[in-house]
């Protein structure tokens, strides 16, 4: 409270009691820090709710059988585990910005594993949409992939390999280029991959559906 | 005839064409009739999920309602791609679970003309279809050219085999499934420890390190085990192996030439059936060794000729003379 009136910590721990009382009148400010502190412990709540289904991430009892089951957990910030708990102590910008939903594959070893039946993989699925909207990612690189891929299906109705390959590795992976030429190429030959994108019939009324999802989502978030 | 719909997926018309064509040619032989899901579109695979949920659940579930339109009398939809079938057999399951969220799409449908009850078809893999609707028993009695010799790791991938909302399969982690169908086929089928094992997903494309990892880990295994080719149910898997195993073996030095492909091809060779309309040769690691084992030829992968030097193109700056070339110029001015 006394670092209100101007003066660094290291002043006011020297200040005395008289001092410190001269200077309360001003600093009578509406107490602040704590009912923040409750106001994040609804994250666990948030992440709860926005999984599809029924998460039951309260069930988590940090047995670690999901980091244990994982075949990337080497190159995660955190474990699953440690990430349920740290969205328990309403640790929200440090969750957030964990790689670890960015770097699960999805493979759902650990959800088969989960004695609690945890949606382990769909919870980190409910991570990268919040840390997208909360902007709180280091490496822009997952999270560019999957709105490319997502700009292109809402455009054509269908995935556009060719056209998300190329806007996706000139811009994040452009020195990967030259090691992957043989490979594109191979499966350009081979027609397997084609240059021209394919559209449904139906794509307005797929447009209109998607909208009204996008609505939908805005009032029930 | 067993009659099914069929979700194909947007990878059957592109990287996964192999799976198709070889699908189409094994269906007839087996009894299989499959009609297309007319106008369906992408289920969005890993990565809608990822953005936003109601959009997402809403893309896939056009092709459910879609799907029960079109249904006269056909309660199943076949998916043989692993990402399509959990995206469906996961969005009729969870707007069963969280009735919220099957109000929310259907909101989003209705804006289409469209609903969708949920639960009212069953997401069926094609795998799941060929072994307890056809029966392992009409399939052998397809078999005209055993496989006999050729060792095949069977490959599952994760998105099959787990979470299996239906408990459909014999077991999450090790399913028997792929091993009978290929051991019906007539194939030496090694018991492939890392066969639901992932092989990287999308992470070829955004964390490539870890992706290569597991890439090498399967291909490191099934050499291992002594397997001439793998075998897979997934187009993801197939991709990442295939096209990515060169790419992997630059990142670890390494020389791996492990052939990846699609089971309905195996079955095609075992039913008799031209390797041409199977999709062989489409591969980028060549099949032509492991299946000239069993006295199978493939087409050659295709390969292009340099283009021809145009000479309205742009002026280059021709090559320096070699030795030779000033030799024999000196030799003409002589």
Known sequence: MLSHSGRTRLECFFLKKEDAMEIAPESQAPPSPIPKLIEDLTLLDEVSNRTAGVSRLEMCIQCGTCGGSCPSAADMDHTPRMLFAMIRAGMRKDALMSNTPWICVSCYHCVVRCPQNVHIADVMYT??????????YRDSTAPDFSQTFVDMVEEYGRSFEFGLATRHYLKHFPLRLPSM????????????????????????????????????????? | MSKYLLYPGCSMETSARAYYDSLKAISGPVGLELEEIEDWNCCGATEYLGISLTPAYALISRNLALAAQQNHGKRAVVAPCSACYL??????????????????????????GLSYTPGSLAIRHLLDVLIYDIGLDTIKSKVVRPLTGLR???????????????????????????????????????????????????????????????????????????????????????????????????????????????????????????PKDLGFGLELTSARKAMSRVGVETPEP??????????????MPKPLPTKADLAEKVEAAK
């Open chain 1, 127 to 136: 991570l990268k949409g919040m840390a997208i909207e909360a902007k709180l």
């Open chain 1, 181 to 221: 030429a043989p490979m594109g190429f191979g499966m350009l030959t081979r027609q397997r991959m084609s240059m021209t994108p394919r559209r449904i019939k139906g794509i307005d009324q797929l447009k209109t559906i998607l909208k009204k999802a996008k609505e939908v989502e805005a009032v029930h978030e």
């Open chain 2, 87 to 112: 995206n469906l057999a996961k969005a009729d399951y969870y707007m069963r679970e969280q009735p919220t969220l099957a109000t929310h799409v259907n909101q989003a449908l209705a804006a289409g």
């Open chain 2, 152 to 274: 095949v790791a069977p490959y599952l991938g994760c998105m099959v085999p787990r979470p299996d909302y239906e408990k459909r399969w014999s077991d999450h982690e090790h399913p028997v499934e792929l091993d009978l169908l290929l051991k019906a086929l007539g194939a030496e089928v090694i018991d492939f420890p890392l066969k639901t094992h992932c092989c990287g997903g999308h992470m070829t494309q955004i964390g490539p390190e870890t992706a290569f990892e597991l890439i090498r880990r399967l291909i490191v295994s099934a050499e291992a085990h002594e397997a001439d080719i793998m075998t897979t149910v997934c187009p993801m898997c197939q991709m990442n192996l295939d096209a990515y195993q060169g790419e992997a073996n630059r990142y670890f030095g390494s020389a791996f030439k492990m052939p990846i492909v699609f089971f309905t091809q195996l079955m095609g060779v075992a039913f008799g059936l031209d």
């Open chain 2, 302 to 315: 295709p390969t292009s000729a340099p283009r021809p030097r145009k000479d309205s193109s742009l002026p």
